[in-house]
């Protein structure tokens, strides 16, 4: 067989393009699970603002992302829609994940208001937010498949002083952030039994006792109601000196048995959809390519005003774009 005949080209071609996925592809594990979430109409409202403008769209039967649907294993609600959405977007989010076998995922806060303190915090609500979000899903006939509380230990113990609007965080101990977060957690068992229930929390390293707190947490609530929390979800502060911390967490996590996930997002600061998104997946990429961190679970989520659109999924500046680059990476080493 000739050197230069078509068959011998093909073949190196097919090799050159598997040595490059090698060089390039993150070594996740198969059991990786990737979740997404954005910012839906009620947040945006709140906000002020009117993008992404397409939210809904993702829902619908024809929408323009079936590659990186079908490699999802969660998409994340917020609060605001599952309390303030109208009946008719909640039941086109449920059909919608029904019909891709998407599971629901929401980010919910566990911990109380009080006159003390916790007023207009993250991770805080009144006492009724969370049966009536439970009740509110079960309702139209959905069911929450995965519960994030909402960064207890940042803003719960961690956080000092006052926030934006002047109130008090609360600096309580851990262990009071688990008998807080505990009932919390039985309204929701008893509503959603087979309910997989974990934590988003901060790693920054601005805040050096972090992973001791978060393990903290963790290893109490498991002693206190019995349940070993599914998996936590790092929210990385990207501009503080986060590796050594994250990698620790990582270590501690894995020894426990516990779900190691990230958090991807772009810069406040990037100058377009395109530039923001490339930057969640730089970080990605440097997060799949450290032994030491190995993550479980691949989040992609924003709250910031990028991207301006979820679609389509071939967009380089549509978010869906970079939960389509993770599904293939990870495609191409099963």
Not at 72 to 87: C, N, V
Not at 105 to 125: F, H, M, N, P
Not at 144 to 162: F, N, Q, R
């Amino acid at each position: 067989m000739e050197a230069n005949s078509p068959v011998v080209n093909f073949s190196l071609r097919t090799i050159i393009l598997a040595l490059m996925l090698a060089l390039v592809v993150p070594a996740w594990a198969a059991s990786t699970a990737i979740w997404f979430g954005g910012e839906d109409p009620v947040v945006q409202k709140d906000k002020h603002k009117d993008n992404p403008a397409d939210y809904m769209d993702i829902f619908k039967p024809d929408a323009p992302w079936s590659t990186a649907a079908s490699g999802l294993t969660a998409f994340k609600i917020s609060t605001q829609l599952a309390l303030r959405g109208t009946d008719e977007q909640l039941q086109t989010v449920l059909v919608g994940l029904k019909s891709r076998h998407i599971a629901l995922a929401i980010e919910l806060g566990v911990l109380v208001t009080s006159d003390r303190c916790g007023k207009g915090t993250e991770g805080y609500g009144s006492p009724r937010t969370v049966e009536a979000v439970a009740k509110r899903i079960k309702s139209l006939g959905g069911r929450l498949d995965y519960i994030a509380m909402d960064e207890p230990v940042t803003w719960g113990h961690e956080k000092t002083g006052s926030n934006a609007k002047g109130f008090s965080y609360c600096q309580d101990e851990v262990a009071d952030l688990v008998d807080q977060a505990a009932p919390k957690i039985a309204i929701l068992q008893n509503y959603f039994p087979d309910v997989k229930i974990g934590e988003v929390d901060a790693v920054n390293g601005r805040y050096p006792h972090l992973a001791n707190d978060i393990i903290e947490f963790i290893d109490l609530l498991h002693k206190k109601t019995g349940l070993k929390p599914a998996f936590v979800h790092a929210d990385v502060a990207w501009d503080s000196n986060w590796q050594p911390m994250l990698e620790n967490l990582a270590l501690r996590l894995h020894n426990r048995g516990v779900r190691l996930g990230v958090i991807f997002d772009g810069d406040l600061k990037a100058s377009s959809d395109e530039e923001w998104v490339s930057e969640a997946l730089e970080r990605y990429r440097s997060i799949t390519g450290n032994p030491n961190i190995n993550p479980d679970d691949l989040v992609f989520q924003t709250w910031s005003p990028r991207p301006t659109h979820m679609l389509p999924e071939t967009d380089p500046g549509a978010w869906s774009y970079a939960v389509r680059y993770a599904v293939i990476a990870g495609s191409s080493l099963k």
